[in-house]
């Protein structure tokens, strides 16, 4: 069993709103920090976000801050990441991710767990 699924990836014109859903399982993601990535074709690997656990403040990228929420549901070991007025150079694997350390969100420690992602298409 993955310790992180994500889920609602899909085809959307621009414009659109899609909302993704991470689960985790085997870890109780209350203590940990989370984050979505994500990646379009033939570039690298993105972070869209980080949440810190305890006081849950939330780092958002400056290409989708005011677009993009994250929320998450600790007593479901779920993250939500709903994505607003999307365009095509949001097109992208997004993949959630979990810290045992809130410096994952400055990067001074490595995420320790991974999802396989969820595919965003944006086109019209």
């Known amino acids: 069993q993955l310790p992180l699924v994500e889920s609602g990836g899909g085809l959307v014109r621009p414009g659109a709103s899609v909302r993704l859903t991470c689960v985790g399982s085997?870890?109780?993601?209350?203590?940990?920090?989370l984050g979505w990535f994500r990646q379009a074709p033939g570039k690298g690997r993105e972070r869209v976000s980080c949440?810190?656990?305890?006081?849950?403040?939330?780092f958002y990228d400056n290409s989708v801050k005011g677009r993009f929420t994250v929320s998450r549901d600790n007593a479901k070991n779920t993250m939500y990441l709903e994505m607003n007025n999307l365009t095509p150079e949001d097109t992208g694997l997004y993949s959630c991710?979990?810290?045992?350390?809130?410096?994952?969100?400055?990067?001074?420690?490595?995420?320790?767990?991974w999802g396989p992602g969820t595919q965003v298409t944006v086109a019209s």
């Open positions: 949440t810190t656990y305890g006081d849950e403040i939330t």
């Open positions: 085997g870890f109780t993601s209350e203590v940990y920090a």
């Open positions: 991710v979990a810290g045992r350390s809130n410096r994952v969100c400055d990067g001074r420690e490595a995420w320790d767990l």
